[in-house]
């Protein structure tokens, strides 16, 4: 109902308070039917509830995922769904919080050693297995196995009783190795120990590459570290590619997607420009050939994305309590940025052409002088190129009326020119150099002022619900490691693709719950929420009204009480008044 009306309030503009109001109640009401859960089976089940047909655990349309998508900030923000969220990262019967420092810090080196045999492991079993070890977690298994009249060598009635030693135990048919793969591929907070490794390893190799250490000018040669930074870009951009296809829907909704997209859309078209060009020119020395060269501009490309890619990592300070808000308000901030940069441009464009069109003269008959006349104390804005370049950088560095100044100009003996150093005010004249001063003063008053005060209206609002921000913008980036192929991050991804089309081949029906259970408990837990906060609502309405009218009567006796106060004042004095003329009395009687 959220996404429907604000996308009604796209289409009915007319009505877009309205609909804008009616998706945030909407998503109040949400996060109030979540707060009624009594205890984690609950919010798992209203969570993972999802109206696809099947009922598989990696389901990707369930009511977690379209609040993180939609944008439901608030609903995603709720200590409920975060502690749902972390209980998936940290996986099943892995208590991370519960490890002290020094063990949490000797994980990343185990996860990343572990890594090391995953990508055979995988492909062992789909090669000589079910090819199911990425897809199907060890609780899944363990359901699969008592479903199907298999027998578990762990008894069932353990299962209903501890969720550990369903997933500690495994069908027969389970070998030990694969059984320990199994029970650390799915936990994906390894898979970020392991994806955030890949990234560095991707950067030093980019910056060894940037840096070749063993550059030679007079050829070209391509080293190990060129290989790897090669084999990551090409991975990253299939990815993106692959993602496009997959999420077109929530792609472009993401900040980071869209960037990473340039990012490695600049990469692989500044390397097939370099590769293209080093072929014409002999030599590894760019310096040699033109700015305009293929090789010169492939490079440029390269080089743009390479600081890109370095600055992406900000993205991991999303981890960080303290950090991920800055990040958030950075990203915010170079929305204002882009925004700005629009109205920059068409200012620029409009001044840009009425400015060349009043000086433009200027440059016509600066080589043809026969007579008196005026020319520019700067040519500057006279000509194409020194008009945009001036243009431009007046945002930094207003000033310069020089450049906007007419002079008059003497020709003597037909040859000499002289000079006049007093600026022409004449009308097309003034007109040009104010035309001039309107331009920066639009450009550093309004413009840079108005960027200023958006910058400090972002950084308000986001630091105003600063814990809220962080906590969605962190969960966001923490999903994308709960998929099947988050085992194996790129350049090791195309082995996950063997892998499921291995297990679609081999698996002759999914693994899927009882749907129809699921559904049933899912509308009585829906029924009971909804009740609950329906009863709420209306004990909290009884005790509003016991509150008013108590209010009510306060403010009535309150009322009563001042008359009351105002008449005894009026009667004493009434009383002052008469004591007076009695004694007034009493004295012209005794006399």
């Known amino acids: ?31 109030d039917v979540l707060e009624q859960c ?18 598989d655990e990696h389901n990707e349309n369930t009511n977690w995922h379209l609040a993180l998508n939609e944008g439901h900030k608030k609903f995603v923000a709720h200590h409920y769904f975060q502690s749902f969220i972390w209980g998936k990262i940290t996986g099943k019967n892995f208590q991370w919080d519960n490890y002290p420092l020094f063990k949490r810090i000797l994980f990343f080196p185990l996860s990343i050693l572990l890594f090391c045999f995953v990508p055979v492991v995988v492909l062992l079993d789909s090669i000589f297995r079910k090819s199911d070890i990425l897809f199907v977690s060890p609780q899944m298994l363990s359901k699969s196995s008592i479903k199907s009249g298999q027998s578990p060598s762990f008894d ?17 048919e389970e070998s030990r190795i694969f059984s320990f793969f199994r029970e650390r591929i799915h936990r994906p907070i390894f898979r970020m120990f392991v994806y955030h490794f890949l990234e560095m390893v991707f950067l030093v ?13 007079s050829k070209v040669e391509f080293w190990y570290y060129d290989y790897m930074t090669y084999i990551f870009v090409v991975s990253y951009f299939l990815e993106d590619l692959v993602d496009i296809f997959g999420r077109y829907r929530n792609f472009f909704s993401s900040f980071w997607n869209i960037y990473s997209l340039l990012n490695h859309t600049l990469f692989m078209l500044g390397g097939c420009l370099e590769f293209y060009g080093f072929k014409q020119i002999k030599g590894d ?24 890619s370095f600055f992406s990592t900000v993205r991991f300070l999303l981890l960080h309590r303290k950090l991920g808000p800055v ?15 629009v109205l920059f441009f068409i200012i620029y464009v409009s001044f840009a052409i009425g400015t060349f069109s009043m000086f433009k003269p200027f440059t016509l008959s600066h080589n043809n002088i026969t007579g008196d006349g005026f020319k520019m104390k700067a040519d500057d804005l006279a000509n194409v190129k020194g008009l945009f370049s001036a243009m431009f950088w007046r945002l930094f560095d207003p000033g310069e009326n020089d450049l906007a100044s007419i002079i008059k100009i003497e020709l003597i003996n037909g040859t000499d020119i002289k000079e006049d150093g007093e600026v022409s005010m004449q009308f097309s004249h003034f007109v040009g150099l104010a035309f001039w001063a309107v331009y920066q003063a639009i450009l550093v008053i309004l413009l840079v002022n108005i960027f200023i ?9 986001v630091s105003q619900c600063a814990d809220l921000e962080w906590k969605y913008s962190k969960s966001y980036y923490q999903v994308q490691f709960l998929t099947p192929r988050a085992v194996l991050p790129p350049p090791f991804r195309l082995i996950y693709y063997y892998a499921k089309l291995m297990y679609r081949t081999k698996s002759n029906e999914a693994l899927k719950a009882d749907r129809e259970t699921k559904i049933r408990e899912y509308i009585i837990l829906l029924h009971k929420l909804v009740t609950t906060k329906k009863k709420s609502d209306e004990e909290n309405s009884i005790q509003d009204d016991f509150s008013d009218l108590r209010q009510d009567i306060q403010n009535i006796v309150s009322e009563k009480q001042k008359a009351m106060h105002v008449e005894i004042h009026e009667l004493k004095e009434m009383i002052v008044g008469l004591k007076n003329e009695m004694r007034l009395l009493n004295s012209v009687a005794s006399e």
């Not at 996404?3 to 109040?28: D, F, P």
């Not at 798992?44 to 047909?53: C, R, T, V």
């Not at 901030?333 to 882009?338: F, I, N, S």
């Open 1 to 31: 109902l959220v996404w429907y009306s604000k996308k009604l309030s796209n289409l009915q503009t007319q009505h877009l308070e309205e609909y804008l109001e009616i998706g945030k109640k909407c998503e109040n009401f949400a996060q």
């Open 38 to 55: 009594d205890n984690t089976k609950e919010v798992k089940l209203l969570l993972e509830y999802s109206p696809d047909d099947f009922a």
């Open 156 to 172: 069932v009635s353990e299962v209903e009783k501890s969720d550990m030693n369903q997933t500690m135990q495994v069908s027969e």
């Open 205 to 217: 190799a980019l910056g060894l590459s940037m840096y070749d250490p063993k550059d030679q000018s």
């Open 285 to 308: 020395n760019r310096a040699i050939v033109s700015g305009n060269h293929v090789v010169n501009v492939g490079a440029t490309f390269v080089s743009i994305a390479a600081s890109m």
């Open 327 to 341: 990040v958030v308000c950075i990203i915010r901030v170079l929305k204002d940025t882009a925004i700005i940069f």
């Open 453 to 461: 005060a958006m910058m400090n209206t972002t950084y308000m609002n």
